[in-house]
């Protein structure tokens, strides 16, 4: 740009003075070439004079599900075609040098047609008309609810100080482990093609999930909690000071209305917590922290905090819920304190820690002389605080095999809802549960251990290993709880009460009742009557965050389901895994790279410890699993890729039982049949095997443009209960173009 108006003044001297004599044009160009660059930066266009920018992407998605061989659960979705679309939009405007201004929205499109009942809008009602709804893409009816929308913020940079505030819509933060962090740690496979994929070509996507894995750090690796409400972060301080602030009103704190959400029960998703709203919960966090500590350590001080509204105890689906199961209505408060450190010790060895304090503030309501409940008549008691501690060590010593260890101390009673310790991401639930994969994959309460993970790299390749062992502090109930790792999103995709960033409980939906959706589950704790709505446990299949899970009780004998007695122990989480990837494109004399990568893990929960969980025979066992994954990539052209898959997932328990007899289609002279008192149920060990194949490919079409294409073929079996088995074919394609 300097060259092409360089040339043009040049050319304008030179037409100016065409008519002269030669030697008078010399002259007169030599006299002007002293002022001829500042006319040249005159014309340059700087920032302050193109102050607004905008930029974005839209896309299209189709999905189409086809079950072949249908289970009674997926009776409703036997074959369903969805499309949908989305348009956002990024605006940024700099007024000045010291102010950037920004917003971000987004307008999704439903494009699928009509539904044949109401369950969208009312997943527990019975089916009576056609209802079109803003459905397959959305988390609500009231709201484009896609990644990151309708922000606003404004950054403000003066000599040593600098900050910015932001509101509304989705905001990406994290202060402490402790305190607001997230964590993931499996693997992320070029096969699932993410929603908020970045702009990126596709020769970059597959470096970065094949080739060369990314193992933290970038969008699909983030460590950041989302909230909606005003969030500020002063990233500019003297004496290297920092320091962050946020309140936010988030839906999944309202503690009164069905499940804890207005619209939907169960857990919510990435978009939780969206939005300002008028709710019945608050969130509150601080941070202050010292970068340059010892010249490379950071130092933080955090708090979190979670107060529920007393007027909540007006709203009858709240109290009515404790007053059914026998207690007194109940609302627990949350303070969370912690200190951090984190920096690189040595520039081969980086150190985390983070120690936190965890208090939980009850109000327990009773009733008023006139025999009411109000707001003013409760009791207040503070708990004993609950110290946790993190560890993470990350030494790049040995070149080329990084190794990690991370060390995890969180009492049973310990609570900190939008941390790494909270699997759940839901602020009312202090369920008493173990899941599959504990420690190394998701932390919980009640929980101490070792995790250990090796990457080497080498040329054309690269290898992982991880091995986690993890016992839970005291003995808690022997509640079990996995997630289908292999075709758990689809699962639930596939499903009638699918959303993509807030699922709900699908299987109990609202009313736990395992009769009402089909699947014959295996039982978890059968409350009397209704139970409050936040701690059941009632066993089966729920809905989670882009993911299927199922739950169930370990229970020793069927005297234990007849009794109401749930079984008890410290038990113990083993975990090892093994990926690799190697390039054989050199076997055929070719520079396309062509990788073979394949993961396989092994895991359990058991009784007493097991370094390896290789069986659900092994002693103590209450559930064991093993998941392989073998995926080929080929760049066929820097810009076209394809992508396989092959699958295979294993679960196995001898500690399981169904009960309700008439759902579970078994006949009293079943030799699985027993009855004992007027509880009836049968044992039922879970022998689960799932499998997928597979094949897509990722295309840029054009600059900034990508197509995006799979097929899945899925099958589900139940060894014991064969009514639950399914078939599945999967087909998606999504095109997304930036701008």
């Known amino acids: 740009m300097r060259k092409l108006v360089s ?108 539904f044949g009942n109401k369950y969208a809008t009312q997943p527990t009602a019975v089916p009576t008309y056609d209802e079109r709804v803003l459905y397959d893409h959305s988390t609500d009816y009231y709201s484009s609810t896609i990644d990151e929308e309708f922000n ?6 003066a000599g040593v100080f600098g900050a ?23 693997p992320r496979f070029a096969w699932q093609y993410e929603l908020f994929e970045d702009e990126k070509t596709v020769s970059t996507y597959y470096k970065e999930k094949v080739f060369k894995p990314v193992k933290e750090g970038g969008r699909a690796f983030w460590t950041n909690r989302s909230f909606g409400g005003i969030f500020a972060n002063v990233y500019q301080l003297p004496y290297n000071m920092k320091a962050q602030f946020m309140v936010s009103q988030p839906m999944d704190a309202d503690m009164g209305t069905r499940d804890g959400l207005r619209l939907f029960a169960g ?42 509204d007393k007027g909540i105890i007006y709203e009858s689906e ?187 409980f699908w299987a109990d939906s609202g009313n736990a009742d395992p009769k009402a959706s089909g699947y014959v589950a295996r039982t978890g704790v059968l409350e009397p009557g209704t139970g409050i709505k936040l701690r059941r446990q009632r066993g089966g299949l729920y809905g989670g965050t882009w993911e299927m899970w199922e739950s169930f009780t370990a229970y020793e004998n ?73 995926e080929p990539s080929i760049a066929v052209t820097p810009t076209f890729h394809m992508v396989g898959l092959l699958g295979i997932e294993m679960f196995r328990s001898k500690n399981a039982y169904t009960s309700y007899s008439v759902s579970n289609n078994l006949s009293k002279t079943s030799s699985m049949y027993s009855e004992v008192s007027t509880s009836y149920f049968a044992y039922a060990p879970i022998n689960y095997l799932e499998t997928a194949i597979g094949i897509g490919f990722d295309w840029d079409f054009a600059d900034r443009a990508g197509l995006h294409v799979r097929y899945k073929w899925m099958t589900h079996s139940d060894e014991v209960i064969s009514v639950n088995d399914w078939h599945s074919h999967y087909v998606a394609a999504e095109t997304k173009v930036w701008f």
Not at 22 to 30: A, M
Not at 169 to 180: C, D, F, K, Q, R
Not at 367 to 387: F, I, L, M
Request: charged fraction near 20%; hydrophobic fraction near 40%.
């Open 558 to 630: 069927g005297e234990q389901i007849a009794k109401g007695e749930v079984p008890s122990h410290a038990k113990w989480s083993s975990y090892v895994s093994v990926m690799g990837g190697y390039d054989i494109g050199h076997w055929f004399n070719t520079e396309r790279t062509v990788m073979m990568t394949g993961y396989a893990a092994l895991s359990g929960i058991s009784t007493t410890i097991a370094p390896i969980a290789y069986s659900e025979d092994q002693k103590d066992m209450l559930l064991w699993s093993f998941y392989g994954q073998f």
């Open 7 to 114: 040339s043009f003044l040049i050319a304008s001297c030179a037409a100016s003075v065409w008519a002269l004599p030669t030697q008078l044009q010399l002259d007169s160009i030599h006299a002007s070439l002293d002022t001829l660059s500042s006319n040249m930066e005159s014309t340059l266009l700087g920032k302050d004079d193109l102050p607004v920018a905008v930029s974005g992407f839209m896309a299209f998605r189709g999905k189409n599900f086809h079950y072949s061989n249908t289970a009674p659960a997926f009776g409703s979705d036997k074959a369903r075609t969805a499309i949908d679309a989305i348009f956002k939009a990024n605006i940024v405007a700099m007024p000045n040098s010291y102010m950037t201004l920004w917003t971000n929205f987004a307008f999704p499109f439903d494009l699928s047609g009509t």
């Open 152 to 157: 606003v913020g404004a950054d403000i940079r």
């Open 267 to 308: 857990q919510p998703g990435e978009l939780e917590t969206y939005g300002l709203h008028d709710m019945r919960g608050s969130i509150y966090h601080a941070r202050i922290a010292k970068d340059k500590l010892m010249e490379t350590m950071t130092l933080g001080l955090n708090y979190m905090g979670v107060v529920f």
């Open 318 to 504: 709240f109290r009515d819920q404790w007053l059914t199961a026998g207690y007194e209505p109940m609302l627990l408060n949350t303070h969370v304190a912690s200190i951090d450190i984190k920096g690189n010790i040595t520039p081969k060895l980086y150190f985390m820690a983070d120690v936190a304090l965890s208090i939980t503030d009850s109000l327990n309501f009773y009733k008023s002389e006139s025999g009411n409940y109000t707001r003013d008549d409760y009791s207040s008691s503070v708990a004993n605080p609950q110290v946790g501690v993190y560890i993470k060590a990350q030494s790049k010593y040995i070149e080329g095999w990084p190794m990690t260890i991370e060390g995890i101390y969180l009492p049973k009673d310990f609570y900190s809802p939008y941390s790494l310790s909270n699997p759940s991401r839901f602020t009312g639930w202090r369920k008493d549960e173990t899941y599959l994969n504990a420690g190394s994959l998701r932390y919980s309460p009640n929980m101490m251990g070792l995790n250990f993970k090796l990457e080497p790299t080498f040329n054309r390749g690269y290898f992982d290993f991880q091995y986690g062992q993890h016992r839970q502090v005291e003995e808690g109930n022997d509640v079990i709880v996995f997630n289908y790792r292999l075709n758990g999103r689809n699962m639930w995709e596939s499903t009638n009460s699918w959303t993509k960033h807030k699922p709900i």
């Open 164 to 186: 910015y505030i932001t509101a509304g819509g989705v905001i990406w933060a994290n202060s402490s482990p402790l305190t607001m962090w997230e964590r993931e740690t499996a």
